[in-house]
Each structure stands twice: as structure tokens, then as C-alpha cells.
């Protein structure tokens, strides 16, 4: 749970640090960061998928 809340922070933040002074030097920077997590999180949710679905395949084999 902490590293869900530490994501969620970091996201918030950089989501302010990029969009909420546009005028920044680093404002696009931040802006590319935020979205190389957002896909990095995606990445995970998807492997994390897959492993649920293995793992369901396996069990429905053991208990079928």
C-alpha cells in the first residue's frame, strides 16, 4: 500500500510541477516524465494481469 500512495504522490506532484506554471524551463520535461510513468504503470498493471490470469489457468488445471 505505501508504494501505491509514494506512485500517487509523485504522480500528483509532477502533474502540478508540469501543468500548473506552463512557463517553466523543466515544464515540458516534467510533462514527459509524468507520461513515461503513466506508461510504466500501465506496463505493470498489464504484467500484473497476465500473472493473475497464469496463475488462474494453473489452479483451474490443478483443481479441474
Known sequence: ?????LFIDEWR???H???DQPERADAA????KLLR????????VL?????FAEVA????GIAG
Do not use: F, N, T
Request: hydrophobic residues 55%.
Open 1 to 5: 500500500m505505501a508504494m501505491i500512495r
Open 17 to 19: 510541477d508540469g501543468h
Open 57 to 60: 489457468r494453473g489452479l483451474a
Open 29 to 32: 520535461r516534467l510533462r514527459h
Open 47 to 51: 504484467g500484473a494481469a497476465v500473472v
Open 37 to 44: 510513468k503513466e506508461i510504466g504503470a500501465a506496463v505493470i
Open 13 to 15: 506532484q509532477l502533474w
